[in-house]
């Protein structure tokens, strides 16, 4: 039990477009999800924290704008990269957490982006 | 607010051989600690978890860890490496009521064999 998925696994697309990245729980309801970034040979850096229904909180640093959330059911969550440029090219993890599992979050198995 | 400390950037040990990583952790709270592994371009496995219930905790592929609170530690052991134990491994905590996670800067585990 407890699985997350990510889709799409990898992708890759030109500078200046919007990629979109979706991931879901697929056997439990997600109240909270949370959206990483890892860079090559780094740890992960937590980007923002969505609750299903109502709007994501961003970690300093992380343009809203930019990496837009969205959460619209207990078990999607989706992240748009807008306007992409080559140095937003990462790995990028969402995990997801269910209130009657603990706190312990799940992890996707991660979307590698790759802006030209 | 919370932080952990990954001693060791990088862990090498044959195969067969007992493997240590070890973890400081600060938190003003009571914590819960994890260790995750990662295997290239894959995302994160809980190995295991400690949420103040026993202090040394069993996790899956025979690692264990050990919270002891009087060192701020929490070590991820395994008494046998195995070739496809080479990952890297990040410990992680997070304080009571707060589920944002801090982690490790990690530990990239060798295994030769």
């Known amino acids: 039990g407890a699985v997350v998925s990510q889709h799409p696994s990898r992708v890759i697309c030109k500078s200046g477009t919007s990629v979109k990245i979706e991931c879901r729980s697929l056997d439990f309801q997600a109240t909270t999800m949370f959206w990483y970034r890892q860079f090559p040979k780094q740890s992960l850096m937590l980007m923002a924290t969505s609750n299903e229904g109502s709007k994501a909180t961003y970690e300093q640093g992380v343009e809203k704008d930019k990496f837009l959330i969205n959460h619209a059911s207990l078990t999607l969550s989706t992240l748009t990269v807008t306007s992409a440029h080559p140095e937003d090219s990462s790995f990028y993890i969402c995990s997801a957490r269910a209130g009657d599992l603990g706190e312990t979050q799940y992890f996707g198995p991660g979307t590698r982006l790759l802006v030209l | 607010a919370q932080s952990v400390t990954q001693l060791d950037s990088h862990v090498s040990v044959s195969e067969g051989t007992p493997v240590l990583l070890r973890c400081n952790y600060s938190?003003?709270?009571?914590?819960?600690l994890f260790w995750y592994v990662q295997h290239p371009n894959k995302g994160l496995q809980l190995l295991l978890k400690y949420t103040s219930a026993a202090t040394l905790v069993k996790g899956i592929n025979g690692f264990e860890a050990e919270f002891k609170k009087s060192e701020t530690s929490f070590h991820l052991t395994k008494p046998s490496a195995h070739m496809s134990d080479a990952a890297e491994y990040f410990c992680?905590?997070?304080?009571?009521?707060?589920?944002?996670?801090?982690f490790g800067a990690g530990t990239t585990v060798t295994v030769r064999a």
């Open positions: 992680v905590v997070s304080a009571f009521n707060d589920y944002k996670l801090s």
């Open positions: 938190s003003s709270y009571s914590p819960s």
